[in-house]
């Protein structure tokens, strides 16, 4: 159904298969003028990597996304699993607006900092147990985000089921203020109202984000409530990676493509 965005361009995305693949070329290809840009990093901006710290950030990546801020007047922000002191090293120099540890953490446009210290404290209270728990399943690795404590199995796939149920055995003893997030070969346990999606709204309520067009790039099920906050906007949603049920309205095939997009708009 054609729609309108902010600078009152008709916005038709074109439906090329049944099940609900939309290509998202046409109604991406022009400018950005009057959107806000949210960006996940692992699998969306950034190939995935077998760690986290393995990831390869292109020379040209941070020339880009300056040029894009710029661009927006700001309007650009990261929205990832990663702690933000996370995402500055993996960008330096730069210090956008930010979402970080799945919307345990907001980074606003002047620099401050949102956390739940509540929260936090009573997750870190929860810390140790659930350390000992963990200890006895071999190859799961421990990360500890402060508001978020992620389980990582990667190199154990096959042990993600019993990672699960020690993580929702905890969420059992810390009460209904938390809740589980399956991730790729990640478990997290966080506060369950603080998502993406939520986070991001707080940054929507703020200039230069305010009264824009949102645009959210994700690739992974953390990412689906964002979709869903987008959508309800009447933003653009966009899913990176294969065929998969999404709220996401378009559809790139990978951060490649999306990588491509992205350098084509900044230099519009
Ligand atoms: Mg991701």
């Known amino acids: 159904m054609p729609t309108r965005n902010a600078m009152n361009q008709t916005v ?19 400018s950005l003028a009057g ?25 040209w990546m941070v020339p880009l996304l300056q040029r894009l801020s710029r661009k927006l007047d ?27 540890v799945h919307g ?3 980074r606003t446009p002047n620099g401050e900092i949102l956390v739940d210290e509540q929260l936090t404290a009573e997750l870190q209270a929860a810390e140790p147990l659930l350390r000992e ?8 690795q421990l990360e500890n985000k402060r508001s978020v404590i992620a389980l990582h199995y990667r190199n154990v796939p096959e042990r993600g089921r019993e990672v699960l149920k020690v993580a929702e055995l905890i969420v059992g003893s810390l009460g209904s203020q938390f809740s ?14 603080l998502t993406k999606g939520s986070a991001m709204r707080r940054l929507m309520e703020r ?14 099920t953390t990412d689906e409530d964002a979709f869903e906050v987008v959508n309800g906007l009447g933003g653009i949603s966009l899913r990176i990676g294969e065929e ?25």
């Open 133 to 140: 728990a963990i200890g006895r399943i071999r190859g799961v």
């Open 207 to 220: 200039a230069p984000f305010r009264d824009r067009i949102p645009i959210f790039a994700g690739d992974d």
């Open 104 to 106: 345990g953490e907001v």
């Open 244 to 268: 998969a049920p999404t709220a996401a309205k378009f559809r790139l095939a990978s951060p490649d493509q999306l990588r491509g997009w992205l350098l084509e708009v900044a230099d519009a």
């Open 12 to 30: 038709t995305p074109i439906k090329t298969s049944p099940d609900s693949a939309l290509e998202p070329r046409p109604a991406l290809r022009s």
């Open 74 to 100: 700001g309007a650009v922000a990261f929205v990832s699993g990663r702690p933000i002191a996370a995402i500055d090293l993996l960008f330096r120099p730069l210090s956008f607006p930010a979402v970080g």
């Open 35 to 59: 959107h806000a840009l949210y960006l996940d990093i692992d699998g969306t901006i950034l190939d995935l990597a077998p760690s986290p710290e393995a990831v390869e950030v292109p020379v």
């Open 180 to 193: 589980v997030l399956m991730g790729k070969c990640v478990v997290e346990i966080r506060p369950r109202h």
